[in-house]
């Protein structure tokens, strides 16, 4: 059992915007903005896409977007593209007691 | 830019040990702080512990405290990670992470450790 939440699954079609939101308490989101996103295609290494909530590493599509309100961040990804279909994780980090805590993934599909 | 390259993949008995490393090129090896983490098949990101060379100090998720021991060699800028009195739910792939601590992400990924665990 993760402790962050996250839907299993979001879908959208070509161009439009979805939100992955990510769920966690004030041990982790609520206290920290160390928050980070990563994807994962099937079978490939993750990637990290979003870091410190909303920053974005050099050569990261800026169609990826970060956010935070209370304990809950969320991942925008606008412009859906076909390319963009792949399991999204968020990560928190949760003080030295659990250190870095992850959701269970949201598998995204573009219809 | 960091790289990250993984020793191969590996198949033990429940019960024994794996040791799994990571050779780190492209920067200064004890600057920074490496992470291993975990994917069981189908499964999320686990973050089992961390080593920052430089202090050659190591934290460890609770889960694992008491089994895994991560080491590094500054002679050969390589990590190691340690999982001992392996179980079947050990079976997962094993990653090694670059941490940005001042971001607190992972910016930096080797190319996984498939560990299979079978009797």
């Known amino acids: 059992q993760s402790a962050l939440t996250q839907p299993a699954s979001v879908a959208g079609s070509p161009g439009q915007a979805i939100t992955i939101s990510c769920t966690g308490n004030t041990s982790d989101i609520g206290t920290f903005n160390f928050v980070s996103w990563y994807q994962q295609h099937p079978g490939k290494v993750p990637k990290l896409i979003i870091y410190e909530v909303n920053k974005r590493p050099s050569g990261v599509s800026n169609r990826f977007s970060g956010s935070k309100s209370g304990s809950t961040a969320s991942l925008t990804i606008s412009g859906l593209q076909a390319e963009d279909e792949a399991d999204y994780y968020c990560c928190s980090y949760a003080g030295t007691s659990l250190s870095y805590v992850f959701g269970p993934g949201t598998w995204v599909t573009v219809l | 830019q960091v790289r990250l390259v993984q020793s191969g993949a590996e198949v033990k008995k429940p019960g024994s040990s794996v040791k799994v490393s990571c050779k780190t090129s492209g920067d200064t090896f004890s600057d920074y702080s490496i992470s291993w983490l975990r994917q069981a098949p189908g499964q999320t990101l686990e973050w089992m512990g961390g080593i920052i060379p430089m202090f050659d100090t190591a934290d460890y998720a609770h889960k694992f405290q008491d089994r895994v021991t991560l080491t590094a060699d500054e002679s050969t800028t390589t990590v190691y990670m340690e999982l001992a009195s392996l179980r079947l739910d050990d079976t997962a792939m094993y990653f090694c992470?670059?941490?940005?601590?001042?971001?607190?992400?992972?910016?930096?990924w080797g190319q996984g450790t498939l560990v299979t665990v079978s009797s």
């Open positions: 992470a670059k941490l940005n601590r001042l971001a607190g992400s992972f910016d930096s």
